[in-house]
């Protein structure tokens, strides 16, 4: 079992930035794949980011590419969002997740979520 537990979110202005953290319970964090999610107001949870086991693969969906970054500090259990340039398309709360397979895209593959933090970018 895996708990998560994110932080870090809060109202930012346009173009700025702000990182979140998901901390990890449990030994066995560096065997998962961890991935980040959103979820805007009226609409369905989406894919952001993820992250391989080992940190050495990370994917990006198109609308992040380029100015959000995922990492992880396995020895802290700890995986990060580091968010710039922050667009008011970017309002949503920000879910992490861990995957005990593989680095994965799709909601239905990660076993376990996080709670999720409020990020709100004002115009």
């Known amino acids: 079992q895996v708990q998560l537990v994110e932080s870090g979110g809060g109202l930012v202005q346009a173009g700025g930035s702000l990182r979140l953290s998901c901390a990890a319970s449990g030994p066995t964090f560096s065997s998962y794949a961890m991935g980040w999610f959103r979820q805007a107001p009226g609409k369905e949870r989406e894919f952001v980011a993820a992250?391989?086991?080992?940190?050495?693969?990370?994917y990006y969906a198109d609308s992040v590419k380029g100015r959000f970054t995922i990492s992880r500090d396995n020895a802290k259990n700890t995986v990060y969002l580091q968010m710039n340039s922050l667009k008011p398309e970017d309002t949503a709360v920000y879910y992490c997740a861990a995957d005990r397979s593989r680095l994965a895209t799709m909601i239905w593959e990660y076993d376990y979520w996080g709670q999720g933090t409020q990020v709100t970018v004002s115009s």
């Open positions: 992250i391989s086991w080992s940190g050495g693969s990370t």
